[in-house]
């Protein structure tokens, strides 16, 4: 199953290749992308499919457990939706060359495949390395200096923090070899409770992980790449790395997480979550405030959701649920915005607010669906996001954390105001009149994945599926030490 779901992408990416229509060409994306889907369904409910690959050693190097299929369920949604929007939006840029831009989205999803079947660290680093290769490429598409420029800064500062990740894996190994074991880098010996550590050089090795693994997902201060590369990236591409690079990067770090956890260190680890995820929240409040670049904007919630995330992690186990919860909400709903504001970019040819206004006019359903997504990423009832971010605020008291509830409940209403002031100014109004706008409507292509991803977003909201739920209960309880 794992080879069949990481080859799937790959053969369509040399079959895209071969094809010499660049207008045929995307037609490879919906086949890998609801294929994928297909068989991530199989996996997450077939009896025996979540069984570890048959690869010679003690351990495995491939195996899906309740963790890697959250976030195998978030890639193999948002992909396949991005999937089909591409086929549309790739119809109007037809003066592109789009060949590699297809190879590059397809070997992510064979790379975030990767991850999330990895039961070893030293396998996890290598995949996530190649996200990264695969997705660069895609940043520079529109071939103007200011994508070039993001394309180099996603590349030095992403190479930064990944090489700090590989110092951190290969710490976690002398950890365990100063601590008197075997050195290793399976995630099964490593999670052995009991098994000999040293614990200082697993501290050191777990921080470098943190701001390694956390400048891929974007928190504060490592995320200076993040605006730039969502801004001038076509807004698929913001989907496919706010929904996708960004969630296989957190189980990455998960991972290191849970081996710290099982070692006892957990309240060490707590602490520089905590302080990580809140100065992230901060961090995108103030830099909302007064964007008049409403797709960096959304690079900025990105940060902040982040930071979310650490932040219920660093809560442990009353938040664990609501945090696995909200990598599922947050991927879906990021993917209507990045969708959306992707279409009004293209009607308006503009990305400010000053040029950018009444898009509810000009664009019903994409302004709409902007709008109504804006809401649900605030945590705003009755969507998704609300459900898993208070999820997290109930676990702050539970946990004993009042400070951090209120601090919490603070920056996320800064964030409220300062997001909703650009996306107000976009979505109201009437569309200035000396403003450049183009000949864009929306088509079924562009417009259908989104409807469909804000739909899952107003599902989950009003009521988590039994098998979700018992899928992100049993994921939870992995990351907190009971399974």
Request: charged share 10%.
């Amino acid at each position: 199953m794992a080879l069949a779901m990481i080859l799937l992408p790959l053969l369509l990416a040399a079959v895209g290749a071969l094809i010499p229509s660049n207008r045929l060409r995307p037609l490879v994306l919906p086949v890998a992308g609801l294929g994928h889907l297909a068989l991530t369904a199989f996996a997450l409910l077939a009896p025996g499919a979540d069984s570890l690959s048959a690869l010679p050693g003690e351990y495995p190097l491939l195996g899906l457990d309740a963790i890697g299929k959250v976030i195998l369920l978030v890639v193999s949604l948002v992909f396949a939706a991005c999937s089909i929007y591409a086929v549309g939006y790739l119809r109007y840029r037809q003066e592109r060359p789009n060949r590699v831009f297809i190879a590059g989205l397809l070997g992510f999803l064979a790379g975030a495949t990767v991850v999330s079947w990895s039961r070893n660290m030293g396998l996890t680093w290598v995949a996530i390395e190649a996200t990264t290769l695969a997705t660069a490429p895609l940043i520079y598409f529109n071939n103007s200096k200011r994508s070039i420029e993001a394309t180099w800064k996603f590349l030095l500062v992403g190479s930064v923090g990944i090489a700090l990740a590989l110092l951190g894996t290969f710490f976690v190994a002398y950890a365990t070899l100063v601590g008197g074991g075997q050195a290793s880098l399976s995630f099964d010996a490593l999670c052995v409770i009991g098994a000999p550590v040293s614990k200082p050089w697993l501290r050191v090795a777990f921080v470098l992980a943190l701001v390694g693994y956390g400048t891929k997902m974007g928190l504060a201060p490592m995320h200076t790449w993040k605006p730039d590369a969502y801004g001038e990236a076509p807004g698929v591409v913001g989907a496919v790395f706010a929904g996708g690079v960004t969630s296989i990067a957190f189980l990455a770090f998960l991972r290191f997480y849970i081996v710290v956890s099982r070692a006892g260190e957990a309240a060490f680890a707590s602490r520089l979550l905590l302080g990580m995820g809140l100065f992230s929240m901060a961090v995108a409040g103030l830099f909302m405030i007064g964007q008049r670049d409403f797709k960096r904007m959304l690079a900025y919630s990105s940060v902040e959701h982040m930071g979310i995330l650490m932040i219920g992690l660093g809560l442990g186990a009353p938040a664990l649920f609501g945090t696995m919860l909200h990598v599922l909400t947050n991927g879906v709903t990021k993917g209507v915005l990045f969708l959306s504001a992707g279409n009004i970019h293209r009607a308006y040819a503009s990305k400010n607010i000053a040029q950018v206004r009444g898009a509810l006019r000009r664009l019903p359903l994409s302004g709409g669906l902007f709008l109504a997504a804006f809401l649900a990423i605030t945590g705003s009832p009755p969507f998704g996001p609300f459900v898993s971010e208070f999820s997290i605020l109930n676990g702050a008291f539970a946990s004993g954390h009042p400070l951090v509830a209120a601090a919490f409940l603070v920056f996320l209403f800064v964030v409220f105001i300062g997001m909703g002031r650009t996306v107000l100014k976009v979505t109201q109004g009437r569309p200035p009149e000396d403003a450049l706008t183009t000949a864009y409507r929306d088509g079924f292509l562009t417009a259908a994945p989104l409807v469909a991803l804000m739909a899952i977003t107003l599902f989950l909201g009003i009521a988590v599926p039994e098998p979700l739920a018992a899928l992100l209960r049993e994921a939870a309880a992995l990351v907190g030490g009971q399974a």
